[in-house]
């Protein structure tokens, strides 16, 4: 079956920038995994490094639960 990747052939385009926000905000993957479930999302610190790596597909579900937790608008993710 063939599957969309990213020009670099990742599973996703804002993997690396959720790296870049999380970092300036200087949460460590669990924190924000612990901030995600404290806003009632079921993910861990696997997830987060599975986005941020590009192993991930992201969903539009998935882009919401990081605004939320990371205080920012999609446009900020997305950085086009």
């Known amino acids: 079956m063939f599957k969309i990747k990213a020009p670099d052939g990742k599973?996703?385009?804002?993997?690396k920038r959720i790296a870049e926000l999380r970092?300036?905000?200087n949460y460590s993957q669990i924190k924000l995994s612990k901030i995600?479930?404290?806003?009632?999302?079921?993910?861990?610190?696997?997830?987060?490094?599975?986005?941020?790596?590009?192993?991930r597909f992201v969903t539009?579900?998935?882009l919401?639960?990081?605004?939320?937790?990371?205080?920012?608008?999609?446009?900020?993710?997305l950085n086009f």
């Open 11 to 15: 599973n996703n385009i804002c993997g």
């Open 23 to 25: 970092k300036a905000k």
């Open 36 to 55: 995600m479930q404290t806003l009632g999302y079921d993910v861990d610190n696997y997830f987060i490094m599975r986005v941020e790596s590009g192993e």
């Open 60 to 62: 539009d579900i998935d």
């Open 64 to 77: 919401k639960i990081f605004c939320e937790a990371l205080g920012v608008k999609i446009s900020d993710i």
